[in-house]
C-alpha cells in the first residue's frame, strides 16, 4: 500500500524557516518524480515544487522560487521542502505528491499524502 | 487568478450530469496532459482523471474527461450526494516549467 506521511509544520514568524519532510513507503521510490501542493485556507490547490527521479532537476512556482527548495534521499525515501524567508501568504496545508508515471514531473498525482500545516504569523 | 480557468461552481440535481470547464492557452493545456482531482475539506484530493480522459482503478466510469485545443473537460453522470466536492484541473505549463491548477469548482448537488 503507497503511503505517503507529511510532517514537520507548525507554527513560524515571518521570516523564519522551516523543513518538511514526506517518508514514502509501498512504491519505489527512486522511480516517481514527486511534488509539493498546498492549498491556503480558503483558497484552492497550488502545486509549489517538484523533482525528477534522479534529484538533479527541480522546479518551483514563481511564488517560492528562491526561497523554497525541494530535495529528495532516495536511501531514506523520503521528500523534503526546505523553506526559508517564509511569509503569511506561505500559510497553507502542504501535501506530498506522487506523480503517477515513472520518470515523470507531473501534475499527475495518483496518490497524496494527509498534509501538514505551516502558519506563518506576523 | 489561476492561469487555467475553472467555473467557481456548478450544481445539478441527484441523478442529473455536470460538466466542469477548464480553459488554459497553447503553453498548458494544448501540450500537456490534462488531470482531475475531487477534493473534500480535510482529505487528501483524489485523482479521477489522468492523460486526459483515463480513469485510475476504482473510479467509476460516471467521471469522463475529455479535451480539446487549449480546453477540457470533466463530466459527471449519474451525480449523487456524495460527489459534492470541490474538483480541480491540472497541467504543467511548458513557457512557466511549472505545475498548474485550475481555481477549483464547487460541485453542490441540489
Known amino acids: 500500500e503507497v503511503q505517503l506521511v507529511e510532517s514537520g509544520g507548525g507554527l513560524v514568524q515571518t521570516g523564519e524557516s522551516l523543513r518538511l519532510s514526506c517518508a514514502a513507503s509501498?512504491?519505489?521510490?527512486?522511480?516517481?518524480?514527486m511534488s509539493w501542493v498546498r492549498q491556503a485556507p480558503g483558497k484552492g490547490l497550488e502545486w509549489v515544487s517538484g523533482?525528477?527521479?534522479?534529484?538533479?532537476?527541480?522546479y518551483y512556482a514563481d511564488s517560492v522560487k528562491g526561497r523554497f527548495t525541494i530535495s529528495r534521499d532516495k536511501s531514506k525515501n523520503m521528500l523534503y521542502l526546505q523553506m526559508r524567508s517564509l511569509r503569511a501568504e506561505d500559510t497553507a496545508v502542504y501535501y506530498c505528491?506522487?506523480?503517477?508515471?515513472?520518470?515523470?514531473?507531473?501534475?499527475?498525482?495518483?496518490?497524496w499524502g494527509q498534509g501538514t500545516l505551516v502558519t506563518v504569523s506576523s | 487568478q489561476s492561469v487555467l480557468t475553472q467555473p467557481p461552481s456548478v450544481s445539478a440535481a441527484p441523478g442529473q450530469k455536470v460538466t466542469i470547464s477548464c480553459s488554459g492557452s497553447?503553453?498548458?493545456?494544448?501540450?500537456?496532459?490534462v488531470s482531475w482531482y475531487q477534493h473534500l475539506p480535510g482529505t487528501a484530493p483524489k485523482l479521477l482523471i489522468y492523460?486526459?480522459?483515463k480513469r485510475p482503478s476504482g473510479i467509476p466510469d460516471r467521471f469522463s474527461g475529455s479535451k480539446s485545443g487549449t480546453s477540457a473537460t470533466l463530466g459527471i453522470t449519474g451525480l449523487q450526494t456524495g460527489d459534492e466536492a470541490d474538483y480541480y484541473c491540472?497541467?504543467?505549463?511548458?513557457?512557466?516549467?511549472?505545475?498548474?491548477f485550475g481555481g477549483g469548482t464547487k460541485l453542490t448537488v441540489l
Open positions: 505528491a506522487k506523480v503517477l508515471a515513472p520518470a515523470a514531473i507531473g501534475p499527475q498525482f495518483d496518490y
Open positions: 509501498g512504491f519505489t521510490f527512486s522511480s516517481y518524480g
Open positions: 523533482i525528477i527521479v534522479s534529484g538533479l532537476s527541480a
Open positions: 497553447s503553453s498548458n493545456i494544448a501540450n500537456n496532459f
Open positions: 492523460d486526459n480522459n
Open positions: 491540472g497541467t504543467w505549463d511548458n513557457s512557466l516549467t511549472a505545475g498548474l
